[in-house]
């Protein structure tokens, strides 16, 4: 079971920027690739991005494509989202995913509990 824990949200001005960490409790994380969703009221869960497990490939949303860029730090147990020019359309509880790749594609197993990212206009 890995124990995931998002920090750095908060609220921040349109065309601001934040940086989301999600650590983990798994001294095995770096075998994991990680993902990170975001959820705004009234809407589905969305992908924002995963990274694979040594950090060499990442993956993006068109939505936030040359905006937002994952990384981690596999001696820190850490997955990082940094989020460049935010948007209001960003606004969403963002949280981060221990995972595998099934067909070239994200697949989440274990869930943090996420993180509110408020942009205002």
């Known amino acids: 079971q890995v124990q995931l824990v998002e920090s750095g949200g908060g609220l921040v001005q349109a065309g601001g920027s934040l940086r989301l960490s999600c650590a983990a409790s798994?001294?095995?994380?770096?075998?994991?690739?990680m993902g990170w969703f975001r959820q705004a009221p009234g809407k589905e869960r969305e992908f924002v991005g995963a990274i694979t497990s040594n950090g060499g490939t990442t993956t993006y949303a068109n939505s936030v494509k040359g905006r937002f860029t994952i990384s981690r730090d596999n001696a820190k147990n850490t997955v990082y989202l940094q989020m460049n020019s935010l948007k209001p359309e960003d606004t969403a509880v963002y949280s981060c995913?221990?995972?595998?790749?099934?067909?070239?594609?994200?697949?989440?197993?274990?869930w943090g509990q996420g993180t509110q990212v408020t942009v205002s206009s």
């Open positions: 995913a221990a995972g595998h790749y099934q067909l070239r594609r994200f697949v989440s197993d274990y």
């Open positions: 798994e001294r095995t994380f770096s075998r994991y690739p």
